[in-house]
């Protein structure tokens, strides 16, 4: 113990007696393990976001569709109602429809986009009714010419927000469908998002039969997918019986023509999303790591140079070649976990402060910070061999030699 203890005192010395250049030397491992640590811990902190947001719904989606290239059935209206009441465990099914169109109120016309589907759209979270009612399963039945608009919407529209009962005339190219207004749901950011340009869009929700019969399509023959609705704690049930449900319905079993996409897995692409945007940043900040590394390397081999006298003169006192290496790679050691104690402090910094701002929790994960100073150590032994080597193979008398 008492020879490591002088060999980290040597190193230490050296360091102290270049100051500038040490620094120097560590900056690159500062910067690095900085950026690295930053990305980790705001990354935990976005994934816990994303999960702790996942988890306050209790409204979750199945999708359903059909391979028409196994079968040339769709899902009805009839076929529809039917696997609704053999599901127990979900609240319906609905197809989906986009449509854009031109809006007239009492004030002027704007864009609009309608999300169309069944009355089970009215369990989606942000679907909150201020005023009014959402559409019902007799609107939908019936294709009744009938809409909810958001708040945003009503006010563009009609100038004050409860507009129930008011007429808006929705326009694509030569078709215009009077919609009577029965209900107005609380904003969401996509709809403060859609109105703030300058030729701002509106949004709504309308029966899926609505739009069907104002384009004069056929409902029988339209859809081949849907989405399920339900509450998250039936999503293993739902999710092991609505493939066999719908075969079984629409007479198609055993051909898998039915395919099943859970909102799971759409939790699971996101977090694996997460990862690798996690990691290719990552990679591109450990480069600074490389760098710092390549610097600590050439600064040590400079040092080595500079000290090439002392080198011999403490080999021809009997110094051995152990004892040089040692002394040479502690220094290169010490750097480097200076460098990643700071690099720790500013990316703690830098990612609480980042976290604070966009309202992420901060997280810090034990094994990141160990693995971050082992790095940052292991880089110091590994850019360090090379000096080290070339300091304890000096021949003595070449070295007393040196200028």
């Known amino acids: 113990m008492g020879a490591v203890g002088e060999y980290i005192k040597s190193a230490i010395a050296s360091i102290k007696n270049n100051k500038g250049r040490s620094f120097l030397t560590m900056l690159g491992i500062i910067i690095g393990i900085w950026a690295v640590l930053t990305v980790l811990v705001i990354g935990d902190g976005l994934r816990a976001e994303a999960g702790g947001q996942m988890e306050s719904l209790d409204v979750v989606t199945i999708n359903a569709s059909l391979d028409v290239t196994k079968t040339d059935k769709y899902f009805t209206p009839d076929y529809m109602r039917t696997i609704e009441q053999d599901m127990s465990c979900i609240y319906g099914i609905t197809p989906s429809i986009s449509w854009w169109g031109t809006a007239t109120g009492k004030k002027r016309a704007y864009d609009i986009y309608f999300s169309a589907g069944s009355e089970v759209l009215a369990k989606k979270g942000d679907?909150?009714?201020?005023?009014?009612?959402?559409?019902?399963?007799?609107d939908v039945d019936d294709s009744n010419y009938v809409c909810v608009i958001s708040q945003t919407a009503a006010r563009y529209l009609f100038g004050y927000e409860?507009?129930?009962?008011?007429?808006v005339d929705v326009s694509?190219?030569?078709?215009?469908?009077?919609?009577t207004v029965v209900g107005i749901r609380e904003d969401t950011s996509r709809d403060k998002d859609y109105a703030k340009n300058d030729s701002p869009a509106l949004l709504g929700d309308v029966p899926y039969t609505a739009v069907a019969r104002a384009y004069n399509k056929d409902v029988n023959a339209l859809f081949t997918e849907v989405t399920a609705y339900l509450h998250k704690d039936n999503k293993e049930e739902a999710n092991s019986k609505l493939r066999s449900v719908i075969e079984n319905v629409l007479d198609i079993r055993g051909d898998g023509a039915v395919k099943i996409k859970s909102s799971s897995g759409m939790d699971a692409t996101a977090d694996t999303i997460l990862n690798v945007v996690t990691v290719v940043v990552t990679l591109i900040a450990s480069i600074s790591l490389l760098v710092g590394g390549i610097g600590?390397?050439?600064?040590?081999t400079v040092s080595v140079t500079e000290r090439t006298r002392e080198i011999g003169i403490r080999k021809s006192l009997g110094a051995r070649t152990g004892s040089i290496l040692t002394q040479f790679l502690a220094e290169a050691s010490i750097l480097t976990f200076l460098g990643g104690i700071i690099g720790i402090i500013l990316g703690l910094s830098t990612a609480k402060i980042a976290c604070s701002l966009v309202g992420f929790s901060f997280i810090v994960n034990p094994v990141s910070m160990i693995v971050v100073v082992a790095i940052s150590t292991g880089i110091g032994l590994f850019f360090g061999i090379y000096p080290a080597r070339r300091a304890a193979k000096l021949d003595p008398i070449e070295a007393l030699r040196s200028e």
Not at 127 to 138: A, P, Q, S, V
Not at 162 to 167: C, I, K, R
Not at 172 to 179: G, L
Request: hydrophobic share 40%; charged share 25%.
């Open 127 to 138: 679907n909150k009714i201020l005023y009014g009612r959402y559409f019902t399963e007799d």
């Open 172 to 179: 694509d190219a030569d078709m215009t469908v009077e919609f």
């Open 296 to 300: 600590v390397m050439n600064i040590m």
């Open 162 to 167: 409860n507009a129930v009962g008011e007429t």
